[in-house]
């Protein structure tokens, strides 16, 4: 299974992975407003990973399957302040 990787100029770390290579046309328009300008990074065959970074493998295949794209977002970044006033005891409301 090939997928064409693509990162996001507007949002860090931000990745689309689709069917065929400059194929958006399964994508949504709110989703390509958001993400901005595609920008090209490579083919990727799925087949022949067990892991790809952060993504979930069973998930994209899934996505790619059923929607015919996957969009991979980075993770909520920690508020190590919030976390330490809570280990202390002390509310950050």
């Known amino acids: 299974m090939l997928t064409a990787v693509y990162k996001s100029k507007k949002k860090a ?6 069917e065929k290579r400059d194929d958006f046309s399964k ?3 709110p989703l390509m407003t958001m993400f901005g300008q595609p920008q090209y990074v ?3 065959n799925l087949a022949k990973r067990t892991q790809l970074g952060v993504a979930d ?5 899934q996505s ?5 794209y996957y969009l991979q977002i980075p993770p909520p970044e920690e508020n ?4 330490l ?4 005891g002390v509310d950050s409301d």
């Open 13 to 18: 770390d931000t990745f689309l992975f689709i």
């Open 27 to 29: 994508v949504p328009e």
């Open 42 to 44: 490579m083919i990727i």
């Open 57 to 61: 493998l069973d998930t994209l295949k």
């Open 64 to 68: 790619l399957s059923d929607q015919g």
């Open 80 to 83: 190590l302040l919030s976390e």
């Open 85 to 88: 006033r809570k280990q202390n």
